[in-house]
């Protein structure tokens, strides 16, 4: 799936397909240069699934952690910062990763060996004429 986005309340439409099509694909990996809109979209797909926690960035914090209506837990990441995968085997991060919970991860570089790309949402963010170009691919 494909989305040109030119306006911020676009968002909800892409939010609302990616929420659709995670079944039990329950990694999602977001790709995009900084301030493609990464964090921006995850708050959007947060707030469609039902977040009541704030969702903000976790790019000092690695993880962070909200919950729904319904009390289900979804995970953020960031590992913009992250230099080595051993800094996330000391935190636990396959725990995470198959706790069964969605799993919204931005900057998944060091961590795409983890999971075979046909358990996983990849999507992907560019910009392009002040428009948002974003790219869903849940490898069906």
């Known amino acids: 799936m494909k989305f040109t986005i030119a306006d911020i309340?676009?968002?909800?439409?892409v939010a609302t397909e990616i929420i659709k099509n995670i079944n039990n694909k329950k990694i999602i990996l977001f790709y995009g240069?900084?301030?493609?809109?990464?964090?921006?979209?995850?708050?959007?797909?947060?707030?469609n699934a039902g977040v009541v926690d704030n969702v903000t960035s976790p790019t000092f914090s690695i993880i962070?952690?909200?919950?729904?209506?319904?009390?289900?837990?979804?995970?953020?990441?960031d590992f913009y910062r992250i230099?080595?995968?051993?800094?996330?085997h000391n935190i636990g991060i396959e725990e995470y990763f198959f706790s069964n919970n969605i799993c919204?991860?931005?900057w998944p570089g060091i961590v795409e060996?983890?999971?075979?790309?046909?358990?996983?949402?990849i999507v992907k963010?560019?910009?392009?004429?002040n428009k948002r170009l974003i790219e869903i691919n849940n490898n069906n």
């Open 64 to 77: 962070n952690e909200y919950e729904t209506k319904n009390n289900e837990i979804i995970y953020h990441f």
């Open 113 to 121: 060996d983890f999971f075979d790309k046909k358990d996983v949402i």
């Open 9 to 13: 309340n676009e968002l909800s439409n």
């Open 104 to 106: 919204l991860i931005e």
């Open 83 to 88: 230099e080595n995968i051993d800094e996330l």
């Open 125 to 129: 963010i560019s910009q392009k004429d």
């Open 33 to 47: 240069d900084m301030g493609a809109g990464k964090t921006t979209l995850i708050k959007e797909i947060c707030k």
